[in-house]
């Protein structure tokens, strides 16, 4: 099948083509941002689907096209605290996409650095 075409012969934008595949992954993450009224926030919600260059978030706050967030993925404490760490560093996006379902927001971010 050429590449831009799907099987019904109709073309596909190629900036919309990803470059790596998506996991279908609830997982829980802090959103730190600023919404579109200026306030800044921290949000515990979490991933519908992920890749190594980019996630899709739900939130209740309204975010702007272009703009940078940060999520942390939490982990759970454990009793050697000096070995595993209580969460991930920051993990930088950007948001690409937007859309709802019901009084939720989805994003659709891209990592600054890809995911190792």
Known sequence: ??????????????????????????????????????????????????????????????????QIVHLTIPAPSSANSGVVPNETPPITAKVLRQGSTGDMRLFGLEFLKPLE
């Open 1 to 66: 099948m050429p590449t831009g075409l799907l099987k019904d012969g109709q073309r596909v934008d190629p900036s919309n083509l990803r470059r790596s595949p998506r996991i279908r992954l609830q997982m829980p993450v802090f959103l730190r941002a600023t919404d579109a009224a200026g306030v800044e926030f921290i949000e515990l919600t979490k991933t519908l689907n992920i890749s190594a260059t980019g996630a899709c978030v739900a939130s209740s706050h309204m975010l702007r096209p272009d």
